[in-house]
């Protein structure tokens, strides 16, 4: 059980690896083929919107196959399209090996999250959503920082995808062991009247209503948060470029573990729809901070930011267990993945066509507060009628 989980954790730190990849590099990529933020930003997007979309696939393979042998696969083919992506000479197979990219990892959430909550029981479960999200915050955070010091060595963004190439399939071979050692149960295979294999199908429909709107604000941060950096001041230590924004980048974003921990040891069964309404306010004010602070306050609203919204994981993904049968646990979490990072991989090439990116943030603050509203509506009708079944004591 603790390896499995271990697994499932290093897994989900390198699917935030490979997506948070192309932010750190994107300004290397633009000067080699003379392109701006413009053509990077719809790179990103043409990797996000499989990424998302893709998972609602993956959800439904998960269901029927397993999801250790789908693990191993989204592994080992991330890894591969890693070294495409540097041996495929010209932009347009570049944007061909990030889409396929995207559908690799569009695997990893609807078989890992629903692979926990099958091994877990409702008490634990935000628990260990909350060291699994610990383990997400280390590989958004540790991309950054893993790309300062490959471009510094080297001067090169093919070697930087050489090195998460090499982790992806490392990672993948143990998936590969795993599935040979045990067998693994298929849970489309229950039976489906069974009362406790029900779904609150309205307060799901709520919950991909805030998926959306979180994914929007999530993906427009993200993918020029090195280059937002890129000249902020901390402690009066001034950054320049690409490297100094990874690093800045990689500092603000690793506070985001402490938000998932604290996310997991303070959710409860019946406390989470208002929990999850109070992280999406919070984030708010300093997305509108981000919209005008000056390179002195960047960092700091990043960090806050971060902080606050990666709390929301070990949340939402135990409210998706909580809402959903064990029948269709894996497409239902692949359903709120589509639409999170399907929808909001728009955001990445709205945000690059903006010439500024500070006036972009009071755009994303206005997702942030309609997804504070979905989870008021969520919380209300948590109130009003409560949820059944095994995931629900």
Known sequence: MVILILAVCAAHAMVHVLEGSLPCVEQSIAAQYHVGSATTGWLQT?????????????????????????LALYLIGGGVTCFTS???????????????????????????LALLSHETTPDTLPKTLGWHGVFGSLGIGGVPLIAAVVLSLTGSWHAF??????????????FVYLTLQSPE??????????VDDRGNWGSFGVLLLMSTMIGLSY????????????????????????????????????LGCIGQYMAGQMA??????????????GTIPFLIGMSFAPPQWKWYCVAAWGMIFFMHQPVFNSLIAKYTPRSRRSLCYGVSFAVGNGIGAIAAGLVGENTHLQSAYLGLAGCASLAAVAGLIL????TRTPPIGPENP
């Open 379 to 382: 919380w209300i009708r948590a």
């Open 219 to 254: 993906h427009g941060v993200m993918s020029f948060l090195p280059r937002y950096l890129s000249d902020a001041k901390v402690l009066g230590f001034q950054t320049e470029g690409e490297i100094g924004g990874n690093i800045l980048a990689a500092s603000s974003l690793i």
């Open 86 to 112: 540097i041996l495929l000479p010209g932009l347009p197979l570049l944007f061909g090996s990030m889409f396929l990219m995207g559908v690799m990892a569009s695997i990893y959430h609807p078989a890992g």
């Open 161 to 174: 995808y050489a090195v998460l190439g090499v982790m992806s399939i490392s990672i993948g071979m143990v």
């Open 268 to 281: 409860r069964p019946k406390r989470l729809e208002f929990q999850l309404m109070l992280i999406c306010a």
């Open 185 to 194: 149960r298929v849970f489309s295979k229950v039976d489906r009247a069974s």
């Open 46 to 70: 043409v990797w996000r919107f499989p990424w998302g979309v893709g998972a609602l696939i993956a959800g439904w393979l998960v269901d029927r196959y397993g999801a250790k042998r789908m």
